[in-house]
C-alpha cells in the first residue's frame, strides 16, 4: 500500500519538553502520525571506554555518573557485582540501608518522570505539587547520604555510614508526609477529566508488543507483565517484595504504575526500619579476580552490568546494558505510530520515562 | 541616562528568561535545574523564567563536558539568542570535563573553547540554590545599562 507522508516533522534535539537532548522524526498526514524514529548520540561520552583498566575505587564513582537521574543504583549494582565476584557478604543493617537508599532515590526518580508527564500535558498545578513533593524525598537522600544526586553512598562491604535513630525518626515522618499527600494527589490524577483526555486510550502498548521488543521497567509492568529484578534479590524477599501489574498499557497506566510504586517503596522502606537491628554496617573485604554478569532494577527497568576483573582489583572489561533504550525503541516503533494528534507525541515520549543520558553513557 | 535605558533596565531586572541545553552531562545538573522549579526554591518569584527556547532566552545554562555532536550544533545555537546575552557553565563537566576527562573519552572540555562563558558553578552537581544565586547576581552585570555600554 503507498503511504501519503504530508510533512516529516522534527522533534528536538532541543525543545522546551525535553530534558535531554534527542531528536524524534515522524511521518505524519496531517496531524496523524505514520511512523517515528528516535535519533540518538548527543550526550555520548565513552564511559565504558573510561573505565577499563582503572581500579574498582575509581569506576565506582564513574558507575555512578552513568546516569545523574538514577545514580544510587548505578552505585548498588556495581558494589553488588564486584561484591558477588569476591564473595563479600555485607553485614545485614549495611544490606537494609542499601534498600533504603535505592528506594528512596527510586522514588525522586519516579516522582521527576510524572512530573515531567504532568507538565508536558501541561498540567501545571500537578507537576509542581509532585515536584515540591520530591524535594521532600530529596531532603531524606541528602540526611542519609550526605548529598543530593551523586552520594557514592553504597560501598563494597556495607554502606558509607549508619543511619542515626533520630534520622530514622525524621524519615518516618517524612514517609507519612509522602504518603498523605501523594495520595490526594493521585486522586487529583485519577479524577482529573482533562487528564484523563490526553492519557487514557493514548500511546497504547500491548502485552504482545511489549513482550517482542523485550520492554522492561514500568513500561512493561504496565501492560501487564511481571517482570522485576527486585523479586529476585535476597533483602527485596525478606522485605516480601511483589511487583506492581497494571493492565490498560496506556500513558495513565504507565503513569499510575510509577505512583504505585511510590507507595511500594515508602512500604518498603518502613518495613526495612523495622527489621533493621543495631550492628556495624562495615563489613570490609578485599576485591579479586572474576567475572560476572549481574542485573538489578533500575527505576526504568532492568540493569545489567557485566563485568570482569583482575587479582588487584582493576577492572578489564565493563559493559553496561540500561533499560532505557528498549524502552525507547518499543516506543518509538509500538507507541508512537497510529497516534492521533503531533501533540500527543511529547507526552507519548515522555510517559515511557527516557534517559538519554543512560542510553548512551 | 536615557528614559528609555531606564525602562529597559527596570523591565530586564525583572525577566530574565533561561534556556539549558545539555551538551553531554549525566543528567545530575539537569535535575538540579528541574528542581529549582519547585515551589521549595520557586525560581520565578525573582522573575527567572525557564523557557528553554534559545530564541527567547537571555541566560544560557550549559550541563554537560561537550560531546563531538555538538561541535557544529552549540555555536549556531549561541547565536541564535538575542543580545544582550550570557552564557553560564553549571557543575565542573563544562569547566574541566570532571570524571569523564581521561584518556580513551569522547568528550573535549571546556565549553569556553567554544562560546564565551560568563561564569562557572562548580559542584557535582551544584546546589539549586547556588544555581538561583548565580543568575541573580550575574543578570545585573550584564544587562544593566547594556546598550549606553556598548555606545
Given at each position: ?132 513533593l ?11 547520604t ?23 525518626e ?16 493521585v486522586?487529583?490524577f485519577e ?65 499510575m ?32 579476580a ?72 | ?33 528541574l ?17 528553554n ?66 561564569a ?17 547576581s ?14
Amino acid at each position: 500500500m503507498k503511504k501519503t507522508v504530508d510533512i516529516s516533522l522534527p522533534v528536538g534535539p532541543v525543545h522546551p519538553l525535553f530534558k535531554e537532548p534527542c531528536r524524534i522524526k515522524c511521518e505524519t498526514r496531517g496531524e496523524y502520525v505514520l511512523s517515528a524514529e528516535v535519533e540518538l548520540g548527543y550526550v555520548k561520552k565513552g564511559i565504558e571506554r573510561i573505565m577499563r583498566g582503572r581500579p574498582w575505587q575509581e569506576v565506582m564513582f564513574l558507575a555512578e555518573r552513568v546516569c545523574g537521574i538514577c545514580s544510587v543504583i548505578h552505585n548498588y549494582t556495581f558494589i553488588e557485582a564486584v561484591e558477588k565476584i569476591s564473595g563479600i557478604i555485607p553485614p545485614e543493617r549495611a544490606a537494609y540501608l542499601r534498600v533504603i537508599v535505592n528506594e528512596l532515590d527510586r522514588m525522586q526518580s519516579h516522582l521527576l518522570a510524572n512530573y515531567s508527564y504532568c507538565y508536558t500535558i501541561e498540567h501545571e498545578t500537578l507537576a509542581m505539587y509532585v515536584l515540591n513533593l520530591r524535594e521532600t524525598v530529596m531532603d531524606q537522600l541528602e540526611l542519609i547520604t550526605g548529598a543530593r544526586v551523586t552520594c557514592a553512598y553504597i560501598i563494597p562491604g556495607g554502606v558509607r555510614w549508619d543511619l542515626p535513630d533520630d534520622r530514622a525518626e525524621s524519615l518516618k515522618s517524612a514517609l507519612d508526609h509522602i504518603d498523605s499527600e501523594l495520595t490526594r494527589f493521585v486522586r487529583i490524577f485519577e479524577t482529573g477529566p482533562f487528564i484523563a483526555l490526553r492519557s487514557k486510550g493514548i500511546g497504547i502498548l500491548t502485552k504482545e508488543a511489549a513482550e517482542a521488543a523485550y520492554a522492561v521497567g514500568p513500561t512493561a509492568r504496565a501492560s501487564g507483565i511481571s517482570v522485576d529484578c527486585r523479586s529476585d534479590h535476597p533483602t527485596y524477599q525478606a522485605l516480601g517484595f511483589s511487583p506492581v501489574v497494571r493492565h490498560e498499557g496506556d500513558n495513565y497506566a504507565r503513569i499510575m504504575a510509577r505512583f504505585d510504586e511510590v507507595f511500594q517503596s515508602v512500604n518498603l522502606i518502613r518495613s526495612a526500619l523495622l527489621k533493621m537491628q543495631p550492628g556495624p554496617v562495615r563489613g570490609g573485604g578485599v576485591i579479586q579476580a572474576g567475572s560476572i554478569q549481574y542485573r538489578m532494577e533500575a527505576p526504568r527497568g532492568e540493569l545489567l552490568y557485566d563485568l570482569v576483573t583482575d587479582e588487584y582489583g582493576r577492572i578489564l572489561e565493563i559493559a553496561i546494558q540500561t533499560p532505557s533504550i528498549m524502552n525507547i525503541q518499543v516506543c518509538a516503533h509500538e507507541m508512537l505510530t497510529d497516534a492521533e494528534s503531533a501533540a500527543d507525541i511529547t507526552s507519548i515520549f515522555i510517559s515511557s520515562d527516557p534517559c538519554i543520558a543512560c542510553t548512551e553513557r | 541616562m536615557s528614559i528609555i535605558q531606564k525602562l529597559k533596565n527596570t523591565i530586564r531586572s525583572r525577566s530574565i528568561h533561561v534556556c539549558y541545553v545539555n551538551v553531554g552531562s549525566c543528567n545530575g545538573c539537569d535535575i538540579e535545574i528541574l528542581a529549582c522549579l519547585s515551589p521549595r526554591y520557586d525560581i520565578e518569584q525573582y522573575g527567572i523564567y525557564v523557557h528553554n527556547n534559545p530564541r527567547e532566552a537571555d541566560v544560557l545554562l550549559i550541563t554537560g563536558a561537550f560531546s563531538p555532536q555538538w561541535e557544529d550544533k552549540l555555536k549556531p545555537l549561541w547565536e541564535k539568542i538575542p543580545h544582550p546575552k550570557v552564557a553560564v557553565a553549571i557543575g565542573n563537566c563544562p569547566i574541566s570535563g570532571c570524571v569523564f576527562n581521561r584518556p580513551e573519552t569522547l568528550v573535549d572540555p571546556p565549553v569556553s573553547k567554544h562560546i564565551p562563558i560568563a561564569a562557572e558553578i562548580p559542584g557535582c552537581p551544584p546546589r539549586p540554590t547556588e544555581i538561583i544565586s548565580t543568575i541573580l547576581s550575574l543578570a545585573p552585570l550584564i544587562f544593566k545599562d547594556y546598550e549606553e555600554k556598548k555606545q
